[in-house]
C-alpha cells in the first residue's frame, strides 16, 4: 500500500489534530508552523483553561454554529464531541464538564491541551516544520505540486490540508495567509468580520460603569430597521470604556449582521426573575423604608453601587427629589427602565479582537464530507480558515476538530483505495 505524504499548513488546533491523525492512519506528515511554538492561540482559549468542546448531541452543535451549521452535518456526524472527549482523554488530558456542558481539562490548563495534541503529532512520527508558507506551486492541472517560503520550496505531497484559521488575535499567527493561498487557486473568500466580539456604544451609561460585570441578567437584542427581535439570552455581561462585552454581548454579535451604526437597541433586563408587577411592589416597599432619603439613594438595595448614579440619571428624576415625593408614574418609568435599561450599539470592536472570524473560503467550494476542495483536486481545509463560526462554548475548537478529523480521514481513505 502506498504512503500518502500529506503537507498540514498551521498547528493550530485544527492543523494538530488533522496532522496526528493522519499519522496515526499511517501517513506521512509534514505540519507547517509559522511560530516556534505550537498552538499558540489554542493555548489562551477560554480564559486559559480551553474550552476544548461542548458536550453535546450533533444535532445540537449545529444549532449552535451561527453561520453555515448544516454544512458540518457530515463531520460533527463522524467526530462528535464525544470523540473529540475521548481522544484527548486519550492523550492523557482528563476533562470536566462545567455548565452548559462546556468541557475543560480537570487541571484548568489550556496548554496541557496544547501539549497532548503536540504530543499525538511527534509520537506519531510527524515531521514539525517552523516556518511560513507563501505560496502554492501548481502543476497545469491546478494541482499543488510544493508549497514555498521566503527561505525554501517544499515539494512531494500527494495532498495538502490549510489550516491557517481566522484574521482574529493575530499576535498568536493567524493573520489570514489561508485566505490570500486558497483565492491564489480560485477560491472566493467572503467578507471577514468579527464574530464573538465586543460592541462599541457611545452611550453614558457605558463609560460610566466601565468596570461593572453585570451576573444574572437578560438582554434583548432589536434590529431597528426590521423592527425585529433579533436575539435574547441571559447570563453575565460588562460595561467597558467601549462600550459592552462579556458572554451574552459576545453571542448577541454572531447576529449583528448586517452592522450599522445605530440599527441595533440592546435592552438589559437588570431583575429578569422579577415580573414588573413583582418588581413594583418590591419598588414600593424599598420607598416606604427609605421614604425621606434623596431618591439618588433609593437603589442601595437594588442595583450594585456603580450603576446607581447613571441610572438615577437615566430615569430623569431629579437626585435630591425626596423618596416619598416620587410619583406613581415615575414609578412605573423606572420599573420600565430596570427591566429594559436600553444600549444603543454602533458597532463591533477591530476584528483583531474577535474571538472568532465570521467570513472566510467560501463553504459553497469545498465539499461537506471530505472538507476538499472543488477548486483544487489535492487541496483540503480545517478549521477557521473557512466561512464557519459558532457561538461560545466550545463549539469553535469543535468545528477545527471535526473538519480536521474529516479532511485527514478523507485523504487517507482516498490513497488506500
Ligand atoms: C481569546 C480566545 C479565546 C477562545 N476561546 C475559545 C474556547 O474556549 N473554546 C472554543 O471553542 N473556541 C475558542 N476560541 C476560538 C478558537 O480558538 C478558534 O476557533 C480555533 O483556535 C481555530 O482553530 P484553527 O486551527 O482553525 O486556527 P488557529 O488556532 O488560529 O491556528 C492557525 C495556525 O496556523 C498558523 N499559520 C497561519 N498562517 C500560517 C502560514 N502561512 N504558514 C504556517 N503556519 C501558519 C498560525 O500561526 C496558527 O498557529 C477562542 C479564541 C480566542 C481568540
Given at each position: 500500500m502506498k504512503t500518502v505524504r500529506i503537507a498540514v499548513i498551521g498547528a493550530g488546533a485544527a492543523g494538530m489534530l488533522a496532522a496526528g491523525h493522519a499519522a496515526e492512519r499511517g501517513a506521512k506528515v509534514t505540519l507547517f508552523e509559522?511560530?516556534?511554538?505550537?498552538?499558540r492561540k489554542l493555548g489562551i482559549t477560554g480564559k486559559g483553561r480551553c474550552n476544548l468542546t461542548n458536550d453535546c448531541s450533533p444535532e445540537e452543535f449545529i444549532r449552535n454554529v451561527t453561520g453555515n451549521g448544516k454544512f458540518l452535518f457530515s463531520a460533527i456526524n463522524r467526530f462528535t464531541p464525544a470523540d473529540t472527549m475521548a481522544l484527548l482523554e486519550r492523550l492523557g488530558v482528563p476533562l470536566k464538564t462545567e455548565r452548559g456542558k462546556r468541557v475543560y481539562p480537570v487541571s484548568d490548563k489550556a496548554t496541557d491541551v496544547v501539549l497532548a495534541l503536540k504530543r499525538y503529532c511527534v509520537t506519531g512520527g510527524v515531521q514539525i516544520v517552523c516556518d511560513r508558507i507563501r505560496e502554492f506551486i501548481t502543476d497545469e492541472t491546478g494541482k499543488i505540486t510544493g508549497l514555498r517560503s521566503q527561505k525554501q520550496t517544499y515539494d512531494g505531497f500527494d495532498a495538502v490540508i490549510l489550516c491557517t484559521g481566522g484574521v482574529s488575535y493575530p499576535v498568536t499567527g493567524s493573520t489570514g495567509d489561508g485566505h490570500s493561498l486558497a483565492a491564489s487557486v480560485g477560491h472566493t473568500v467572503t467578507p471577514l468580520i468579527p464574530s464573538l466580539v465586543g460592541l462599541t456604544s457611545d452611550d453614558a451609561v457605558c463609560r460610566e460603569t466601565m468596570g461593572l460585570s453585570l451576573k444574572n441578567i437578560a438582554i434583548t437584542v432589536t434590529d431597528t430597521k426590521k423592527k425585529k427581535i433579533v436575539y435574547r439570552d441571559f447570563g453575565e455581561m460588562l460595561f467597558c470604556h467601549f462600550g459592552i462585552s462579556g458572554p451574552v454581548i459576545l453571542s448577541a454579535s454572531a447576529h449583528l449582521r448586517p452592522m450599522e451604526s445605530g440599527r441595533y437597541l440592546i435592552h438589559i433586563d437588570l431583575k429578569p426573575a422579577l415580573d414588573e408587577q413583582t418588581l413594583d411592589r418590591r419598588l414600593l416597599a424599598d420607598f416606604g423604608k427609605y421614604?425621606?432619603?434623596?431618591f439618588a439613594n433609593a437603589f442601595d438595595e437594588l442595583l450594585p453601587a456603580k450603576l446607581r448614579e447613571p441610572f438615577v440619571k437615566l430615569c430623569g428624576i431629579a437626585p435630591d427629589k425626596k423618596i416619598n415625593a416620587v410619583t406613581q408614574e415615575e414609578r412605573r418609568r423606572i420599573v420600565t427602565l430596570l427591566k429594559h435599561l436600553p444600549v444603543t450599539v454602533t458597532g463591533f470592536r477591530p476584528i483583531s479582537e474577535a474571538i472568532v472570524t465570521g467570513g472566510g473560503v467560501s463553504i459553497k467550494e469545498i465539499e461537506p464530507h471530505t472538507m476538499r476542495s472543488k477548486k483544487c483536486p489535492n487541496l483540503y481545509f480545517a478549521g477557521e480558515v473557512m466561512d464557519l463560526d459558532a457561538y461560545t462554548g466550545g463549539f469553535n475548537l469543535q468545528i477545527a476538530f471535526c473538519t480536521a478529523h474529516a479532511a485527514s480521514e478523507a485523504i487517507c481513505d482516498a490513497e488506500q483505495i
Open positions: 509559522r511560530n516556534t511554538l505550537l498552538g421614604k425621606n432619603r434623596n
